[in-house]
Nanobody
């Protein structure tokens, strides 16, 4: 059984920074790790993903501001979020693709103007 434990969300002013972490427990081979987000009244959307080899993919809205990274030895993925905007406010979900797809419980990020 795989469990994802997220941390790092919170309240920040516009222009500030936050760092999210997500650790996957269990003995699994993880191919892809990433982050999605869902704002109130909107669909869940991709934020960023990173493969085991380090290839990254970002939503256009976060390019140049967010950086995804991972520690394969710890099965942990990080999302460094800089220059945060009020429109970044959402629940952020960690995502892991192994033999199955796994989701974290979500962590709230609120950016005040």
């Amino acid at each position: 059984q795989v469990q994802l434990v997220e941390s790092g969300g919170g309240l920040v002013q516009a222009g500030g920074s936050l760092r999210l972490s997500c650790a996957a427990s269990g003995s699994i081979f993880i191919n892809l790790m990433g982050w999605y987000r869902q704002a109130p009244g909107k669909q869940r959307e991709l934020v960023a993903t990173i493969t085991i080899g380090g290839s990254t993919n970002y939503a256009d809205s976060v390019k140049g501001r967010f950086t995804i990274s991972r520690d394969n030895a710890k099965n942990t993925v990080y999302l460094q979020m800089n220059s945060l905007k009020p429109e970044d406010t959402a629940v952020y979900y960690c995502y892991v693709r192994a033999l199955n797809n796994y989701w974290g419980q979500g962590t709230q990020v609120t950016v005040s103007s």
